[in-house]
């Protein structure tokens, strides 16, 4: 039925909003909010508009030399539509004035398309028979996914009232997750675990245990049947994978990772024998190998020793899950670790925050354009480890870090005589108050952290 019309679209509108962004960049920070890549009707003005963020987040101008220079050597000023018709981008519009104006009109066609597209995915189902439980569920993401960005005009109370009823209502009958728990009920009970759309900075001094964290928090969602997403920016995906295997079989990670061998059969948690360390092995690798559990991280070929590395950078992230959330649902996100993203240097302390804060601000946008809570993982100052406590100015980049994230946990072990003790201190809270987690523990062997609770039901001995 769709066939036999048009899709929506407006490319003087896409013209006039291209233009805009080159004349006046600095229009890029009001229509971020309001537009995506996908609004965009033609390729090459896709292609274009992701290279003007790029190069906008990165300091650069956007003048047509600068503009297409970075599009040819990504290889993608042919796409782009070549030098010739990016230079006319600036006959379009005098002035950057009504490039809000502009966004709107895309963003809503945009979002048209959108909703035809679920019109047609939703007829599709119901021909294919499907069940009508599993069609409404789809029907709801596909409708949420194609609601208009732009902005909202002033509303009386009463209108968010009706959307704080229905949110409740939607709580109370279980068919709403806005909140996602955290693994340990302590943490959960401290920060009210995770919410969709938010960004949560977990920071550590080295070797506290941050990754290990982070792939406790992706194991235990992908566990509930949340769809997981690990971003690392230097650690290699077999690697993850074998910290993962320690703390799912509770096998020595020096086992696991340097393979079974009888100098290890003395280490704690270690597997006494070959084929107990095959048996365990292997039912580790079934039940990681089932779980809604993905990886984006660099790839080292075991045999070649070559290594390929994705596009690590805040908008090559952002696109990549995009991709990837066609095809799989992504409710939860961890990025280790933020400052060691692909990040412009910027030429002093002040220029990095501002970059520092641009770019939790994009991944940050992929946790409301996905749904998804986003964990972010990073590192505190050397002077952290000589005070009692950690501040927020103990975190590297730590204004950038405050102004573009929601909420920030610092971890830090408070007695060095108790190396195994943790303490986390809430020290940014948007929505919940900052709360405190006294004690964790960290059981090194295997990746694992538990908190008291887990303890207590274990029957595990505290000793804090």
């Known amino acids: ?14 013209r006039a909003l291209l233009g805009s962004l080159m004349v006046d960049p600095s229009v890029i920070t009001a229509i971020r909010p309001i537009l995506k890549t996908g609004d ?46 990016i ?51 789809k029907a709801d993401k596909w409708l949420g996914q194609s609601t208009p960005m732009v902005s909202r005009t002033i509303d009386h109370i009463g209108a968010a009232l009706e959307q704080m009823a229905e949110k409740q209502a939607q709580i109370e009958a279980g068919t709403a997750q806005y909140f996602i728990p955290a693994a340990l009920h302590d943490i959960e009970r401290a920060f009210g675990g995770y919410a969709r759309g938010e960004l949560t900075v977990f920071s550590a001094p080295t070797g506290e245990g941050k990754t290990a964290f982070g792939l406790q928090e992706l194991l235990d969602k992908a566990r509930r049947g949340y769809g997981a997403v690990y971003v690392s920016t230097e650690v290699y995906a077999h690697v993850l994978t074998e910290r993962l295997v320690s703390h799912d079989a509770q096998i020595n990670y020096d086992q696991v990772r340097k393979g079974y061998s009888d100098h290890y059969t003395d280490l704690p948690y270690a597997c006494p024998s070959r084929d107990d360390y095959r048996r365990r092995m292997g039912e580790s690798y079934t039940r990681l190998n089932e779980l809604p559990l993905h990886i984006m991280a660099p790839v080292m070929d075991v045999r070649t020793r070559r290594v390929t590395r994705p ?41 990095r925050s501002l970059i520092v804060e641009s770019a939790l601000r994009t991944l940050r946008e992929i946790g409301i354009e996905l749904g998804a809570a986003v964990l972010t993982l990073a590192q505190l100052t050397r002077e952290a480890a000589r005070e009692k406590e950690p501040r927020l100015h103990h975190l590297e980049q730590s204004t950038g870090i405050e102004k573009g994230s929601d909420n920030v946990w610092l971890m830090y072990a408070p007695d060095p005589d108790k190396d195994y003790v943790r303490k986390i201190i809430g020290a940014k809270g948007r929505n919940v108050s900052k709360g405190m987690v006294e004690a964790i523990h960290f059981n090194g062997a295997t990746q694992t952290f538990t908190d008291t609770h887990t303890r207590r039901l274990n029957n595990d001995e505290i000793e804090w």
């Open 1 to 14: 039925m769709t066939e036999l019309r048009p899709l929506p679209y407006d490319i003087d509108a896409e």
């Open 40 to 85: 965009l009707y033609r390729d090459e003005h896709k292609v274009l508009f992701e290279t003007l963020l790029d190069l906008h987040e990165r300091g650069f101008g956007l003048d047509p030399v600068t503009v297409c220079d970075a599009l040819e050597k990504a290889g993608n000023l042919e796409k782009a539509g070549g030098f010739a018709d």
């Open 87 to 137: 230079t006319r981008f600036f006959q379009y519009v005098p002035t950057a004035l009504h490039a809000e104006h502009y966004a709107q009109i895309v963003a809503e066609h945009g979002a048209r398309r959108r909703l035809i597209w679920t019109a047609d995915k939703i007829t599709e189902a119901v021909y294919d028979e499907q069940p009508l439980e599993v069609i409404r569920q």
């Open 311 to 351: 596009d690590l950078s805040p908008l090559g992230i952002r696109a990549a899950l995009r991709g990837y959330a066609e095809k799989q649902p992504i409710d939860f996100i961890v990025v280790d670790y933020l400052t060691n993203l692909e990040l412009p240097l910027g030429k002093g302390s002040s220029d």
